[in-house]
């Protein structure tokens, strides 16, 4: 029995390698953001800075990992088998949980997962142990004030950290402005001196508290100097930062390395006991039912984790290692960082989130008062406000979402703020104040414009939303899972400890094909910061021609696909059409609002001039895509329900047509491939010649219909419907190409056609 709960012991450090891998990712958010943000280097340089202080902040740990030993339940009335089901079922839950997170690029609290996780199964474990005859309550088997202050700390995280970045950073732009760089000859020395003094502060109080050399005597002598150390640190890095500015290096970026450092530290220091806390306990509870239970795993009762237990130093340099491997190679990192920077971007940008109705009627009571405050305020003092605020002399590295001003006081605030929590006996989260400041700092900014601001409010909230439904979702999934393990044993902690591992597996296949399909945002990076207004059309160009060939080739074989699924009463394949329809639709309009921002950078006559071709495009290829979906669905219900096929004397003729549609979509990409527009009216003619085959085609079956057999309407009558939505969509394509030939010259004049001609 013993060897088995040892191979359970070891597999929970297999599953904290895991967790740390995708800990890490979602984590990396905090100090990466504002670093990656602003440009203050290369994302080599910042992976690098972020990685030395995971390192020493994880080895120099002092490794208490009381929360996951006796912070959530009493281990006195808890057996060893009882908290090897606990522990393994955090583990499990909390993987996939935060996996899921990374994959959806959603940045959340690994404290709050770890904590409700703990509480989900121990309340299980402990209402199993009532319903066996204990005489305890759930008061003597769970410690309830820690999930409590969690709850809390969301709260006032939420709340402080908006306030308070959004106050900051207004000030900052009111000293500073958008055009930073004639406002530092003299002040930057002062900024840098209280921005450094403010992330000391911050490593000393959070970063280095629990390391391994802050002895209690270190600390007490710490918290009596803490002024002197303050002003001392407040004298001598104002004027290294003003040395520094003389010597032409540019202090904005120190100061936001430092803050990614100590961040970075902090996070390492601080949260690692959210990642091996659990395999390390489990490894204590294993070594004392070893020296002390008597092979008694379900009597044995666990007191022995009541005590402080420091973790060998081999262990915190092991996951310190891990934790620097992860960052420096999961693509998820990035995943998460482009949620925050994207919902806090200066430029314009695709929007990752929708509309709401709750951000809808926000906006519009702000814009309300905004307009109100407009009216009462002076003009001379609107107009200095204005010149404060003019966001066109923004300063910003090519391919930056803000400028340094933001990424520092992004950094620098996060850090004071979760210093004084720690201070003031506050559950400060590290992430929730970290994103909340990052948020309020871009509303201050105005990166949150009339065309943003519903979709970016949007944004925010389905973070907050996402970090109360981390909670819901490990609380009731770790109660799932450890009631499935202690009555199952260990059979089905292996089997769900193996499905953990294969899912994330799983996931991340899936996850690096969909960045495969997801490509092109470097060229839509390229065309919103070029500032050549010639080059800026070309580009524009070949994104749209990029985008639109890819559509025209999935509508090709989705074509191809559904008549042939209809004729071979193929349902499956309908239905997968189905899907494959609806996220097209997504990615058309997420390229359509790309697009967009990508025309306002364009020259103001230039944009006059193709503004009507480019949406006549993008009508076409949605109303192409509307014909597509149509067919599909007739085909699909008429095949579910398992009607009639379409007899073998209209397949011939429909083949036919199948066929010079195929051949029109073909010769429809040789020429977007190829760029040349000669060849447009000629495929323009035999679109027409196309409708009319199928227009006679149509009248023959009109005919039919009344003489044939009644019995095989309802075959016809869909058929019928596929011959319509295909003119419509040849008659699209027709549109499309004139649309395209104008957009790539001005020149292109339609020539009369040959049969039927259509404007």
């Not at 013993?2 to 895991?18: D, K």
């Not at 997170?101 to 142990?129: D, H, Q, R």
């Not at 020429?671 to 010649?689: F, K, N, Y």
């Not at 409708?691 to 085609?697: E, L, N, P, R, Y």
Request: aromatic share 10%; charged share 15%.
């Amino acid at each position: 029995m013993e060897i088995l709960f040892l191979c359970v012991v070891i597999f929970l450090f297999v599953l904290a390698v895991f967790d740390l891998s995708v800990g890490v990712s979602n984590d990396a958010v905090n100090f990466l953001n504002s670093a990656i943000g602003s440009k203050a280097a290369s994302f080599k340089r910042i992976l690098i800075v972020a990685s030395i202080g995971v390192f020493i902040g994880a080895s120099l740990s002092n490794g208490m990992m009381d929360i996951a030993r006796h912070g959530i339940f009493r281990p006195e009335h808890f057996s060893f088998y009882d908290l090897i089901c606990i522990f393994m079922a955090v583990m499990v839950t909390d993987i996939i949980l935060l996996d899921i997170f990374n994959t959806l690029g959603m940045p959340t609290s690994t404290t709050v997962s770890m904590v409700f996780e703990l509480l989900g199964a121990t309340f299980v474990v402990a209402l199993i142990k009532m319903a066996g005859g204990i005489d305890l309550g759930l008061n003597d088997l769970i410690n309830t004030e820690k999930a409590l202050s969690v709850i809390f700390g969301i709260f006032l995280s939420v709340a402080v950290a908006f306030f308070f970045g959004t106050l900051v950073q207004f000030l900052s732009r009111m000293i500073f402005s958008f055009n930073y760089r004639s406002q530092l000859k003299w002040k930057i020395g002062i900024f840098g001196g209280i921005c450094a003094t403010a992330i000391i502060y911050f490593m000393l109080l959070k970063g280095a508290k629990d390391m391994a050399f802050m002895t209690p005597d270190v600390k007490e002598w710490i918290r009596h100097n803490t002024g002197l150390i303050l002003i001392c640190s407040l004298g001598f890095f104002t004027v290294l930062m003003q040395l520094l500015h003389v010597l032409k290096v540019n202090v904005l970026k120190v100061i936001v390395l430092m803050g990614t450092f100590s961040l970075a530290m902090a996070f390492a220091g601080n949260d690692l006991v959210n990642f091996i806390g659990v395999p390390l306990s489990g490894l204590s509870s294993y070594q004392d039912y070893v020296a002390n239970g008597g092979g008694d795993s379900h009597g044995f009762l666990m007191g022995s984790l009541n005590g402080p237990a420091d973790t060998p130093v081999y262990f915190l340099i092991g996951a310190g290692l891990i934790m620097v491997i992860s960052l420096a190679t999961s693509r998820k990192t990035r995943n998460v960082a482009k949620t925050e920077i994207g919902l806090g971007s200066q430029q314009g940008g695709e929007e990752m989130f929708g509309s709401s109705r709750i951000a809808r009627s926000l906006v519009r009571r702000v814009l309300s008062i905004i307009a109100w405050v407009e009216r009462v305020t002076p003009p001379r003092v609107r107009r200095w406000f204005g010149r404060r605020f003019n966001v066109d002399e923004t300063i910003m590295d090519s391919g930056a979402a803000f400028d340094l001003i933001r990424g520092s006081v992004n950094l620098v605030l996060a850090g004071t703020l979760i210093a004084l929590g720690t201070s003031l006996k506050l559950p400060l989260s590290t992430t929730f104040v970290t994103f909340m400041v990052a948020m309020g700092t871009s509303l201050a900014d105005r990166a949150w414009g009339r065309e943003s601001a519903v979709f970016r409010i949007t944004g925010v909230i389905s973070v907050i939303g996402g970090w109360f439904l981390t909670a819901g979702v490990a609380f009731v999934g770790a109660g799932i899972i450890v009631a499935a393990m202690h009555y199952g044993g260990h059979y089905v902690m292996f089997a769900l400890a193996a499905l953990t591992i294969f899912l994330i597996i799983r996931s991340n296949r899936r996850f690096k094909l969909k960045r495969v399909e997801d490509n092109g945002d470097a060229l839509f990076q390229t065309i919103l910061s070029t500032d050549d207004k010639a080059e800026t059309w070309n580009l524009f160009l070949m994104y749209i021609t990029e985008q639109q060939q890819k559509f025209m080739s999935f509508a090709s074989e989705s074509y191809e696909r559904i008549t042939s699924a209809f004729i071979g009463e193929r349902a499956g394949v309908l239905g997968k059409s189905e899907n494959l329809l609806l996220r097209q639709k997504d990615i058309l309009k997420s390229a359509r609002r790309k697009e967009t921002l990508c025309l306002r950078q364009l020259s103001h006559e230039t944009a006059i001039e193709k503004n009507a071709w480019f949406y006549l495009s993008n009508n076409c290829c949605m109303g192409i895509l509307y014909n597509l979906r149509r067919i599909n669905e007739v085909c699909r219900e008429h095949v579910d329900n398992n009607f009639c096929p379409l007899p073998s004397g209209y397949v011939a003729d429909f083949e036919m047509i199948r066929g010079r549609v195929g051949t029109l979509f073909a010769d429809v990409l040789a020429v977007m491939s190829s760029g040349m527009t000669d060849t447009i009216p000629a495929l323009r003619r035999r679109c027409d010649e196309t409708k009319d085959v199928i227009s006679a085609t149509y009248h023959r079956l009109q005919k039919q219909i009344h003489e044939g057999d009644p019995a095989a309407m309802t075959v016809i009558y869909v058929y019928v419907n596929v011959l319509q939505e295909t003119q419509e969509m040849v008659s699209g394509i027709r549109k499309y190409l004139r649309a395209y030939a104008k957009l790539c010259d001005s020149g292109y004049s339609s020539r009369p056609t040959a049969v039927n001609p259509v404007s």
